[in-house]
């Protein structure tokens, strides 16, 4: 439903985590009685830093006059990984903010007091929580891979198109190219790209801004296995001291099945491999898929809860 907030609360290891979220969520307000406090934030550009600059101003100010214990944040970083800005908050740099988990490969990454966070799904695109069904673990697939997405000029989204259309594996696949990206779907196209997922066996997802994005985890959803291009984007994300397999750091270290690529030179080696794959091989892969990423999330939840338990609530461990 469409509403200016949403709130809810939820019981999750020894922690009871309330939340609330949406336009009519402001700074200078907590709607519940908390000690502990994770901001989600945005820093993707000017704007919405500012606007997280204003909450982390108002944190501060609720430790400093002891109303909150400890503060930790959820950063929907930049997608070059520049994110100074929120530096001199952080407990590290002389603030007061005690835990960072980011998003994207950024090279802070320390597992001490800094984590990666996944990207995950479009939620602000209302991209649905998907329960795999029987039909969409073991019907065929009318497609062997699927791309619904803007193709940036001299981008390697054009070789990818020329690679489709070179050995008429577009016939294969369901494409549908644009020259401008649209942040909010219609109805409609929304609609045509949970089909593509659901109805292809590969989602190709070649780079953007940066490497990870929202299309790897949708694909996942659907059990359509992302084809990922494995090249890192310009900017400062990259290896962090204890990681050395950026891009995607995060899921290649939990041992995410899918196939990797360097050029998208090599799709149609990889699409003859798929013609040559009996449905009863197709099915076990979707399986593996499927459960794999439910398996990553509810570890990525473990994690969280582990963190900040440690971390904020030291005398509860029992």
Known sequence: MTAQWREGSIKAGKTLFSFITGAAVVPGYFSVEADNVVLVLNGREEAKITYATQWLHYAQTLIQTHKLQHVAVLLLGNEQCNNEWIQPYLKGHGGFVEL???????????????????????TYRNFPVVEPTWSMLRTPRSYLCNFLGTVYKNSSRETLMEVLKQDELDKLCWITAREQWQPQETNESF???QD??????????????????????EACSYGSVPVVEDVMT?????????????????LKTMGAPFIFVKNWKELPVV?????????????QRRKKLIEWYRHFKAQMKQKFIHILENSFLPYEKG
């Open 100 to 122: 960072l988990f980011i998003i994207y490969d950024s090279p802070w990454v320390n597992k001490d007091d800094i984590f990666q966070w996944p990207l995950g799904v479009a």
């Open 234 to 250: 310009p900017g400062d994300c990259g290896n962090s001291s204890i990681y050395h397999n950026a891009p995607l750091q995060l």
């Open 191 to 193: 609609k045509n790209y």
């Open 196 to 217: 593509a997922l659901l109805q292809s066996d590969l989602t190709l997802c070649p780079v953007g801004v940066n490497t990870e994005c929202y299309r790897i985890y």
């Open 271 to 283: 699409l003859e491999k798929e013609k040559n794959m009996n449905l009863q091989e197709k099915i």
